[in-house]
Structures are given as structure tokens and as C-alpha cells.
């Protein structure tokens, strides 16, 4: 994918800690301007979002950016688990709060820190279903990986339903 066709964005959020900081991400041109209205409606919300750094502060090492409780979302990289290529290399997929929100498939839990919210409790940062982050996501055209039967990947959202 030509880098022409990615957009960089700054966003104002609110941290774990109830502090307003500025993250920043990547993400495909097409889906620049929905997500800054996503990302502000999830603001006036209150929704806390542990970080928010370029997976580039982390090597691009999609396991270590889990690990940090990093929102990301452009990454060149392979679907978990698979061969083919993950949204995330087309700038259409974003992952928000992975500790809270972690990738379930049987026993595997990624991050591993996410153990504690496999049973999808209500707490700071915890996506719902039908809660503001998956209507607000769903109201920009995006699909929601905690709708999937398995894997369920509470983190992920993409414009594709994959």
C-alpha cells in the first residue's frame, strides 16, 4: 500500500487516570475523518484509553504494543495466528485498550494480562456489547471483533469485519 494513502492523526482522550493526554495513530486515508468523530464522541463520553503511541514506539511488535495496553492501529503484520495480512497493514483495523479488551481464542489470551477480563466484567477502559465505544465505532461504518464467535477479539475494530 502506497504510504500516500495513510493519514497520521493526533487525538485528545482521557488516560486510565482521568488526566486529557494526546495520543497519536495511523490509519488509511478513507477512515481519517470517521475516526476523529469516533474518537470525539468517545471523549465527550469520558471513555479512558490506556495509551495511544504509533506501534513503531514498539518495534512494531504488535505482542509488546498488547503488552504496553497500547490503541493501535496501522501495522504491517500478519493476521494472529495466520499468514495472510491483517487489517492492520491497511490502515483499517484499530485495537483499543488490549488489556481490557483481550484476544480470546480457546485458552490463548493475548495479552496474557487480559486474563482478568476474559469474563467481560464492567470496568474502566472495558468494551460492551451496545456500549458508546461499539455504537460509536458501528455509527462510522466499523465492525466490532467482540461480535465474532471465535476468535473473539474484544480490542478490534476494522472496516471489514475482519
Same mark, same amino acid.
Given at each position: ?17 482521568? /488526566? ?38 514498539? /518495534? ?84 466490532? /471483533? ?17
Amino acid at each position: 500500500m502506497p504510504l500516500g494513502e495513510l493519514r497520521y492523526l493526533t487525538v485528545t482522550h482521557h488516560d486510565m487516570a482521568g /488526566g486529557v493526554v494526546t495520543g497519536e495513530l495511523v490509519v488509511h486515508a478513507d477512515v481519517a475523518d470517521g475516526l476523529v468523530e469516533v474518537f470525539r464522541t468517545l471523549f465527550d463520553a469520558g471513555y479512558p484509553i490506556a495509551s495511544m503511541r504509533l506501534v513503531d514506539d514498539f /518495534g512494531a511488535d504488535d505482542d509488546a504494543s498488547m503488552a504496553a495496553d497500547n490503541a493501535s492501529a496501522f501495522n504491517c503484520r500478519a493476521v494472529t495466528g495466520g499468514t495472510g495480512w491483517s487489517e492492520h497493514s491497511y490502515g483499517r483495523a484499530i485495537d483499543v485498550n488490549p488489556v481490557e479488551n483481550p484476544y480470546v481464542r480457546g485458552t490463548t489470551v493475548l495479552p496474557p494480562a487480559g486474563a482478568a477480563f476474559v469474563d467481560r466484567h464492567a470496568a474502566p477502559g472495558v468494551i460492551l456489547d451496545g456500549d458508546v465505544v461499539v455504537q460509536a465505532f458501528a455509527a462510522h461504518g466499523w465492525q466490532w /471483533g467482540g461480535h465474532w464467535t471465535s476468535p473473539k477479539d474484544y480490542q478490534h475494530f476494522s472496516t471489514t469485519g475482519r
